[in-house]
């Protein structure tokens, strides 16, 4: 594993394959971020996980997904809909907010969620919305705690001790914020660990105790020095395995999914979920799927004012000849009848049948959303087009989609000429196409 080098921020790499690896914040520095993915042989990220939304640490994600392949994020509640996420969805990267317990394996890496906090969008402290994650590859295990606060570390020491870990990248880049009572340390122990010295997570104060700062150290035959004021940080390295009297890269194959399609791929399912804020965009992905099933009946249900038992009765084979659409607006304020029918109805959904489901972003309903990704229904993402760069790209896209690509300089004069609306920028490119 690696911590990257990005100046004042944080990135964390743990390989996962060949040339994949589970990335951890990005740091703010866009040319160091993806230097050091380059120096590793990084071209895949099956998890990006960016642990809150502040700059030292996330300020890199647009040029990270622009060098190498993002099939999924993890963001804090409270970045949700920051610029890096948005940058993410704005390149057909799925964004979710992960669960507490909420685990996955991502190539050769598996990744479990140990925080809570960061499932609160209002969370008063952004440093305690970190979302904190232990992270294991190849017999090698990390604790990666983001930038949390002095009491949210408590709570993860009481939660995972003594759980092992190799390595603990600490918390807010190894400052003087520390809980005094359970101090992030590493505390060797000849007799249960005589081969590989495998560490195990204590309080501080245990004899023998050693500690890194935030990045993290090459396992040996002998421990690293214990960390003081006045220490360097430990070495960062690849994962390695003991090769003789030499140290090799581990030999991993590489086990990835590709990325999700977009709102302009959408495509019937019998469960489709239609995800993020632009409103314009979310419309345009119902109508491509709609489109596909020329003469479909449509029923619209709206999940903030639903009924027990709508859902059902909408998607119930008898009441069309041929497969019929259900769509269902408004599920980001969805009421608690139609979050337990939807979760009924997903677990066996009806395949003669399309059911649509638009999610305008936010935290209601995540139970739901989970559900729907982790059983893989297709997702096509709306991002907020709100950003010149990301106006102008959405009006090179209308022009490539329409099959009649234009210069550069023509996009730019007709984003100036009318403005940010997306809605008058999509009517000035048709109107252009004809």
């Not at 790499?13 to 120096?39: E, K």
């Not at 030292?56 to 610029?83: C, I, L, N």
């Not at 581990?250 to 590709?258: D, E, F, L, P, Q």
């Not at 760069?389 to 490539?400: K, L, S």
Request: with cysteine; net charge neutral; proline share 6%.
């Amino acid at each position: 594993m690696v911590a990257c080098d990005v100046g004042q921020g944080d990135m964390l790499l743990v390989r996962a394959g060949a040339s994949a690896a589970v990335v951890i914040d990005t740091g703010p520095d866009d040319d160091a971020a993806t230097g050091c993915l380059t120096r590793y042989g990084v071209t895949q990220v099956p998890l990006l996980v960016l642990s809150h939304p502040h700059a030292d640490h996330d300020s890199a994600t647009g040029a990270v997904a622009d060098a190498v392949q993002v099939s999924a994020a993890w963001v804090a509640a409270p970045g949700e809909q920051a610029s890096a996420a948005a940058a993410l969805r704005a390149r057909g990267v799925p964004v979710e907010v992960p669960g507490e317990g909420e685990r996955i394996v991502a190539g050769d890496v598996t990744v479990d969620v140990l925080s809570s906090r960061h499932e609160d969008a209002a969370a008063a402290n952004v440093n305690d919305a970190s979302i904190a994650t232990r992270l294991e590859a190849t017999g090698v295990s990390v604790l990666a705690l983001g930038d949390l606060e002095p009491g949210a570390q408590g709570e993860i020491a009481r939660r995972v001790a003594p759980q092992e870990v190799d390595v603990v990248k600490i918390a807010h880049h190894g400052s003087a914020a520390q809980d005094a009572q359970a101090r992030w340390t590493h505390h060797r122990h000849r007799r249960r660990h005589q081969r590989g010295h495998r560490q195990r997570l204590w309080p501080s104060g245990s004899r023998g105790a050693r500690a890194c700062t935030s990045r993290a150290w090459r396992r040996s035959r002998s421990p690293p020095p214990a960390a003081t004021s006045s220490s360097r940080p430990c070495r960062a390295v690849a994962s390695q395995r003991r090769v003789g009297g030499t140290w090799e890269p581990s030999a991993m194959a590489a086990r990835t999914r590709s990325a999700e399609p977009t709102w302009h791929r959408a495509a019937p399912a019998p469960v489709v979920l239609v995800s993020g804020p632009e409103s314009l965009l979310g419309q345009r992905a119902i109508e491509r799927i709609t489109a596909t099933m020329k003469g479909a009946p449509v029923t619209r249900l709206d999940a903030g004012a639903y009924s027990r038992g709508a859902l059902l009765a909408a998607a119930s084979p008898s009441l069309f000849d041929d497969a019929g659409i259900v769509v269902v607006e408004g599920a980001e304020a969805m009421n608690d009848d139609f979050l337990q029918d939807a979760l009924a109805y997903v677990a066996q959904p009806d395949p003669a049948v399309v059911v649509i489901i638009r999610h305008g972003g936010g935290v209601r309903g995540k139970k739901l959303l989970d559900t729907l990704r982790k059983g893989g229904a297709p997702e096509y993402t709306c991002p907020a087009v709100k950003k010149d760069a990301e106006i102008v790209d959405f009006a090179r896209g209308e022009f490539e989609r329409g099959k009649r690509p234009v210069s550069a300089a023509v996009v730019r004069s007709l984003v100036d000429a009318v403005g940010s609306d997306i809605a008058e920028v999509a009517a000035a490119c048709q109107q252009a196409h004809e």
